[in-house]
């Protein structure tokens, strides 16, 4: 909640602390441990798919999909996933140049009966 003090112009902001929802705020040697090994896998995967995108561009994504071996293929409800993401990576492009002829032709259709409201007026009067 914010408050106007009197004579200043600015608000303050008042705080408030949450109620004890009853979970501990503590971390063990254990659990700092899987958390720490647990960063270091997440980052580890996620650098592997950077320095593929790097070196391959987009051809890396094709490598995700088909590589390691006989039966290590993508999983059926992945590539349905994969299918989709795809589709919408593909038409979000051509979304992009219909709406932007749409608008061209529609600027082109404005100027054009501008033109020919200009060209109908009788002579000597004041275009507006």
């Not at 994504?61 to 593909?90: H, K, R, T």
Request: glycine share 14%; hydrophobic share 50%; proline share 5%.
């Amino acid at each position: 909640m914010r408050t106007l003090e009197e004579g200043s112009g600015m608000a303050t902001a008042a705080t408030s602390k949450p109620g004890d929802v009853g979970l501990k705020r503590e971390m063990g040697l254990v659990g700092a441990m899987w958390a720490s090994e647990t960063s270091i896998i997440g980052s580890g995967w996620l650098f592997g798919a950077f320095f593929a995108a790097t070196a391959a561009g987009t051809a890396a994504l094709l490598g995700w999909v088909i590589g390691g071996g006989a039966g290590s293929g993508i999983d059926p409800p992945m590539l349905y996933a994969l299918l989709v993401n795809f589709a919408a990576f593909l038409a979000f492009p051509v979304l992009v140049v219909w709406l932007r002829y749409r608008l061209e032709r529609l600027r082109q259709q404005v100027e054009e009966a501008q033109a020919l409201r200009v060209l109908a007026e009788p002579p000597g009067r004041a275009a507006r």
